[in-house]
């Protein structure tokens, strides 16, 4: 079996995706979570974490968020998520430029035996895993509660969150997508413009493109046409306000250009999971970590 250079006391052990799993899955692993959290930061930081003992996953809600692994210089949106191995040297900061980055972390590790359990890639970026948002709510629920059986459901969310994140990789479409500045470009019209009617054709236009051809390529980049994600655009938008904000539900949706309540409502459990007034209820107590701490 193929195994890293050490970097803690016993060689971390590199399994395949169905092996990482199933490790997780057997009572006889042990799996123990770090600090899970929302945060909420502003401005440039950065922090390095070398050689971590635990995996690193982030979701990204809001802003941008710069990952430098190796040589590699990654860029991670709203709506995409990075999941760093145990061991694997990295560098994390923000881009002061972007707006206030809002993300969801996860620390963990998951051991057999002695030794930590990886998988080959130095690390994993899942784009549009915006539907991993429910599963990570309800793993931070259970993170730090005493239950009896509080173990044993987190070690269950950790499967699903891992299986679903795992099946997304090969959910985009192969070809040419759009190059880095111009996925900037469509997060920079996003930001500005998503509560002003923005729709497909402002996209394709704000990039200099006929809308055919932006389809083509921004589907093979975000696997879902451009309509759907700016559905998913809209209602997380929608979802930061309901938790920040004592606006009526009908008012946060006429503010993100969404005139009918019932069809603002539709959207938000489509994308969401729940409706507004039970997202609201659900996240407007645990708000999100501003302390300038690690990511």
Not at 112 to 138: I, K, M, T
Not at 155 to 168: E, I, K, P, Q, S
Not at 182 to 187: A, T
Not at 214 to 230: A, D
Request: net charge neutral.
């Amino acid at each position: 079996m193929a195994r890293r250079p050490s970097t803690q006391a016993s060689d971390p052990v590199v399994l395949d995706d169905s092996a990482w799993l199933a490790a997780v899955a057997d009572p006889s692993s042990k799996v123990a979570f770090g600090v899970c959290r929302y945060h909420h930061k502003h401005g440039m930081w950065t922090n390095p974490r070398w050689s971590m003992r635990d995996h690193f996953v982030t979701l990204i809600e809001q802003g941008c968020l710069v990952a430098e692994i190796d040589d590699q210089v990654i860029e991670l949106h709203s709506g995409d998520m990075l999941w760093i191995p145990a061991a694997t040297p990295n560098l994390i900061r923000g881009d002061p430029s972007q707006p206030d980055l809002r993300h969801i972390n996860l620390r963990f590790s998951v051991h057999a035996g002695v030794a930590p359990v990886v998988f080959a890639q130095r690390y994993r970026l899942f784009r549009r895993a915006a539907s991993l948002r429910p599963l990570l709510d309800e793993l931070l629920a259970y993170h730090g509660d005493p239950g009896a059986h509080a173990a044993v459901r987190l070690r269950g969310l950790l499967l699903a969150v891992a299986t679903a994140a795992f099946a997304l990789e090969g959910s985009l479409a192969d070809g040419p997508g759009l190059d880095a500045q111009q996925r900037r470009r469509v997060q920079q019209l996003v930001a500005e413009r998503v509560g002003d009617g923005l729709d497909p054709a402002g996209l394709a236009d704000g990039l200099g493109l006929s809308l055919d051809y932006f389809t083509r390529r921004f589907r093979h980049s975000y696997g879902v046409p451009p309509r759907r994600f700016l559905i998913e655009e809209r209602m997380r938008l929608a979802g930061i306000q309901l938790c920040e904000s004592d606006q009526a539900v009908a008012a946060i949706g006429r503010g993100l250009g969404l005139d009918d309540p019932n069809l603002f409502s539709r959207q938000f459990r489509l994308v969401m999971g729940c409706s507004p007034s039970a997202w609201r209820h659900r996240h407007q107590a645990p708000e999100f970590d501003q302390r300038d701490d690690r990511p």
